[in-house]
């Protein structure tokens, strides 16, 4: 079976080499006093400064293609790490006189990236995803608890020369596993999936119809506005998570992670951290509907379906599910239903239900009951279990309902309230 890979050039692995080159030659020029190369020192150090130009030059074109923009960014890159480099080298053995200073460096670096955001403008040509037109065997993929299922045709999607997802032809379901239950869903072609693995077979025949209507699709407008409700955005090249406690967004040349234990920002090959930030175990999944509103996203253990119907997150233990005026939540110690003037909450030792003109709640030992204006108390640990219990298991009755885009069902609902009150008046 032939998969599919990302095109790799020459120039590509030549830079890789160089980089582990200069790595080794820095390491050289620390130690120059011990290996007696004082002798070499500018020579070294020129060496250091041709071999960052150099690098950074081969590295154009690796997202976008060649372009006079990226050349110039790629030199006032090159000339900001120079101006690390020499900054820490005076304390380092840097030869007295050196005719370039950090400072001078930093200054072409910022000069140099604002020609390259000015010539950038003028550049010829629009950066896009787009689909390409070749086609290879889908028969299903895994995700972890998220599977899709089905059979049909893959077509890689590039954004610049790299590789960003594929979209697909064919008959396929998504099957995603969460506490609720299992959410399966029939999904309509185009179908994009936006992810860098693999997840195609041998190649075949493509479908110049079909490239033309996804990428047509792929570009549209609809697909790009970021609706003020939206907490999520994957285009295969942009990435954006905001959920609970955490925040993720990833750009080809930037990445932020902000969590409750710490944040962290990359650009480019340089690392900001401050505390311990939760980073994903792998990278952000999506799979939509291109013509629909289905989107499904996992990062890590967090996983988002959206539908046209409702919607359901999960955040490790706590899950959340919202459809028009009715939300549920599920943890590890709280659950709770609201829909309309229906309301139970539990949480720990303690517990409340109301509905119409019914409210029942419990906690410290005591269950208070107010039907129809009467108000009646009953001091009694057992009763007051009892309304935790029936409580909690009424909320998560209810949930097989709602996954399915059913709603709350009233009826059941009003019978086991009845049947708790019943149960409650045995203890007046």
Same mark, same amino acid.
């Given at each position: 079976?032939?998969?599919?890979?990302?095109?790799? +050039?020459?120039?590509?692995?030549?830079?890789?080499?160089?980089?582990?080159?200069?790595?080794?030659?820095?390491?050289?020029?620390?130690?120059?006093?011990?290996?007696?190369?004082?002798?070499?020192?500018?020579?070294?150090? #020129?060496?250091?400064?041709?071999?960052?130009?150099?690098?950074?030059?081969?590295?154009?074109?690796?997202? +976008?293609?060649?372009?006079?923009?990226?050349?110039?960014?790629?030199?006032? &890159?090159?000339?900001?790490?120079?101006?690390?480099?020499?900054?820490?080298? &005076?304390?380092?053995?840097?030869?007295?006189?050196?005719?370039?200073?950090?400072?001078?460096?930093?200054?072409?670096?910022?000069?140099?990236?604002?020609?390259?955001?000015?010539?950038?403008?003028?550049?010829?040509?629009? $950066?896009?995803?787009?689909?390409?037109?070749?086609?290879?065997?889908?028969?299903?993929? !895994?995700?972890?608890?998220?599977?899709?299922?089905?059979?049909?045709?893959?077509?890689?999607?590039?954004? =610049?020369?790299?590789?960003?997802?594929?979209?697909?032809? %064919?008959?396929?379901?998504?099957?995603?596993?969460?506490?609720?239950?299992?959410?399966?869903?029939?999904?309509?072609?185009?179908?994009?999936? #936006?992810?860098?693995?693999? $997840?195609?077979?041998?190649?075949?025949?493509?479908?110049?119809? +079909?490239?033309?209507?996804?990428?047509?699709?792929? !570009?549209?407008?609809?697909?790009?506005?970021?609706?003020?409700?939206?907490?999520?955005?994957?285009?295969?090249?942009?990435?954006?998570?905001? %959920?609970?406690?955490?925040?993720?967004?990833?750009?080809?040349?930037?990445?932020?992670?902000?969590?409750?234990? =710490?944040?962290?920002?990359?650009?480019?090959?340089?690392?900001?951290?401050?505390?311990?930030?939760?980073?994903?175990?792998?990278?952000?999944?999506?799979?939509?509907?291109?013509?629909?509103?289905?989107?499904?996203?996992? $990062?890590?253990?967090?996983?988002?379906?959206?539908?046209?119907?409702?919607?359901?997150?999960?955040?490790?233990?706590?899950?959340?599910?919202?459809?028009?005026?009715?939300?549920?939540?599920?943890?590890?110690?709280?659950?709770?239903?609201? /829909?309309?003037?229906?309301?139970?909450?539990?949480?720990?030792?303690?517990?409340?239900?109301?509905?119409?003109?019914?409210?029942?709640?419990?906690?410290? =030992?005591?269950?208070?009951?107010?039907?129809?204006?009467? $108000?009646?108390?009953?001091?009694?640990?057992?009763?007051?279990?009892?309304?935790?219990?029936? /409580?909690?298991?009424?909320?998560?009755?209810?949930?097989?309902?709602?996954?399915?885009?059913?709603?709350?069902?009233?009826?059941?609902?009003?019978?086991?309230?009845?049947?708790?009150?019943?149960?409650?008046?045995?203890?007046?």
């Amino acid at each position: 079976m032939s998969l599919y890979y990302e095109e790799s +050039f020459l120039r590509f692995r030549i830079r890789d080499y160089l980089k582990g080159l200069t790595a080794l030659l820095i390491v050289l020029w620390l130690f120059k006093g011990w290996l007696r190369l004082e002798a070499y020192n500018e020579y070294m150090v #020129w060496a250091i400064i041709a071999l960052i130009v150099i690098i950074e030059l081969l590295g154009v074109g690796r997202w +976008f293609g060649v372009t006079v923009s990226g050349v110039i960014f790629a030199l006032a &890159k090159a000339a900001f790490l120079i101006a690390v480099f020499l900054f820490f080298g &005076k304390w380092l053995g840097l030869p007295e006189g050196f005719p370039i200073t950090a400072g001078t460096a930093f200054a072409y670096a910022v000069v140099l990236a604002i020609a390259a955001l000015l010539v950038a403008k003028f550049d010829k040509g629009e $950066i896009k995803a787009k689909v390409e037109s070749k086609a290879y065997e889908f028969t299903g993929a !895994h995700f972890g608890n998220v599977e899709l299922v089905g059979r049909g045709k893959a077509y890689p999607v590039k954004f =610049g020369r790299r590789m960003v997802g594929w979209v697909i032809d %064919g008959s396929v379901e998504v099957v995603a596993e969460t506490p609720l239950g299992t959410v399966r869903k029939k999904l309509i072609p185009p179908i994009a999936v #936006w992810t860098s693995l693999s $997840i195609v077979g041998k190649k075949t025949s493509p479908d110049p119809a +079909f490239v033309e209507m996804a990428n047509r699709l792929m !570009h549209h407008d609809r697909l790009y506005k970021k609706n003020k409700a939206d907490t999520v955005v994957d285009l295969g090249f942009l990435k954006v998570y905001e %959920g609970e406690d955490f925040e993720y967004v990833k750009l080809p040349f930037l990445e932020v992670i902000e969590t409750p234990s =710490g944040e962290e920002v990359r650009i480019g090959p340089i690392r900001i951290r401050e505390g311990h930030p939760e980073r994903p175990p792998s990278e952000m999944l999506t799979i939509r509907e291109l013509t629909n509103g289905f989107q499904l996203t996992k $990062i890590g253990d967090r996983l988002r379906i959206q539908t046209e119907d409702y919607s359901i997150e999960v955040s490790g233990e706590r899950v959340t599910y919202r459809s028009g005026g009715e939300s549920l939540s599920l943890g590890k110690d709280h659950v709770s239903l609201k /829909a309309g003037d229906v309301s139970i909450t539990v949480g720990r030792g303690r517990a409340k239900i109301r509905i119409e003109d019914v409210v029942i709640s419990a906690k410290d =030992g005591k269950v208070r009951i107010r039907v129809g204006g009467k $108000i009646h108390t009953i001091e009694d640990a057992e009763a007051c279990q009892l309304v935790i219990e029936k /409580a909690k298991e009424i909320v998560e009755e209810q949930s097989a309902e709602l996954i399915e885009g059913l709603g709350v069902d009233r009826a059941r609902l009003n019978k086991r309230v009845k049947e708790l009150l019943e149960e409650l008046m045995g203890h007046i």
